[in-house]
């Protein structure tokens, strides 16, 4: 492994070249000393070391606290304080610049040692945990369903852009966020909020419907265990099925308009088979395609064996009323009316008055009705 590179900040020479030396029988590389905080600045941006050993009194303006605070937030590269200064006042103005170690002189090489060994373990975690929270991060904003993730406190720890690019959170939010002033500022519906707090425990995802100013959303809460099982946080995400709702609105509407025309059907054909007549009808070609209970009857057909015929089979060779093939081609709009002579299954005759009218849909006839009529003279 490569040793750790350090840059000791120190205004006593002597002191300075103790601690090189003792680093370097560490087996660490010292990358410099500097004096000042303002040349330590300067060399963390030019030597990039892995930890700076950092005095608080030093020469020049900049003392070591302004200089590892900007060391930290520019470069965030871990500072451990070596000074003498160990008074409270001191210690607390050194903690406000989040140092990894803060060791008092005179010290041992020792615990030397174990403070830059446990301030370089504990910057590995929390780069870790920045990698682990960028890959959150990113795991969110794969999505484009606005989503949000809450701890037990009901404090809001992270949101996806599109949560925040939603109308509800297009407002100025809170430095704090928690589910109520998410739902007191208007970003969440007091229905959500409320279910996220009676469902936050539950074991499997939670997920309803809502309706917000005509548009609707699918809400899913998942609970997210941590390694004894215990629920530590819970995600919301909100699927906008606004089209997915209008779609099923329509497909009920023509549901229910076929249900209508269905049973319209239904009484047509009970109308029609109690009638006495026989009743045909016909494609816009002449061939059959629904016969009623009469014609079956008198003609001995079934509706399967008369089904895509021609309606001139049923004309008797005599006859001289024209329903030919022809006749559907170029009179496509007209009633026809007149005396047919007809010849059923059995080649029986059987005279008939007829009368034939065009359904017409969008001015384009799309079938043909018969009634015919026994004559009994």
């Excluded at 300067?42 to 700076?52: G, L, M, S």
């Excluded at 904003?141 to 404090?155: H, K, L, V």
């Amino acid at each position: 492994m490569d040793s750790k590179k350090i840059l000791v900040v120190e205004d006593e020479f002597i002191t300075a070249s103790d601690i090189r030396a003792a680093l370097e029988g560490m087996g660490f590389e010292v990358v410099g000393t500097e004096d000042a905080g303002e040349g330590a600045v300067r060399a963390a941006q030019e030597k990039k070391p892995d930890i700076v050993l950092m005095d608080i009194i030093l020469k020049g303006e900049m003392n070591g606290i302004t200089a590892a605070g900007i060391i930290r937030q520019k470069y965030d590269i871990p500072v451990i304080y070596l000074t003498g200064q160990s008074d409270d006042a001191t210690i607390n103005r050194a903690l406000e610049s989040e140092p990894f170690g803060y060791i008092v002189k005179p010290f041992n090489e020792r615990n030397l040692k174990t403070s830059i060994t446990m301030a370089l373990y504990k910057h590995t975690l929390d780069e870790r945990l920045k990698e682990s929270e960028q890959i959150t991060r990113a795991l969110l904003n794969a999505t484009g369903d606005p989503m949000f993730m809450i701890d037990r406190e009901i404090n809001v720890l992270v949101m996806n852009d599109a949560f925040l690019k939603t109308p509800l959170a297009a407002g100025q939010l809170p430095a704090l966020q928690t589910l109520d002033t998410l739902m007191a500022s208007g970003q969440i519906s007091t229905m959500l909020a409320g279910m996220i707090r009676d469902h936050f425990n539950d074991v499997k995802p939670f997920r309803f419907e809502e309706e917000i100013r005509g548009a609707w959303f699918d809400h899913r809460i998942t609970p997210l265990v941590n390694h004894r099982g215990e629920i530590v946080r819970c995600a919301v995400n909100s699927h906008d099925i606004t089209d997915i709702k209008k779609n099923e609105q329509n497909l009920k509407q023509l549901n229910d308009r076929l249900t209508k025309e269905k049973m319209k059907l239904v009484m047509f054909e009970a109308a029609v088979n109690g009638m006495d007549d026989s009743v045909i009808i016909t494609d816009s070609l002449g061939e059959m395609v629904f016969v009623n209970t009469a014609f079956q009857k008198h003609f001995g057909y079934t509706e399967d064996e008369i089904r895509t015929q021609h309606i001139s089979i049923l004309k008797a060779p005599e006859d001289m009323f024209n329903i030919g093939k022809s006749r559907f081609i170029e009179d496509r709009k007209s009633i026809w009316t007149g005396n047919f002579t007809a010849m059923n299954k059995h080649k029986i005759k059987i005279r008939t008055t007829l009368k034939s009218s065009p359904i017409i849909h969008e001015d384009q006839p799309l079938y043909r009705v018969f009634v015919l009529r026994e004559r009994f003279q």
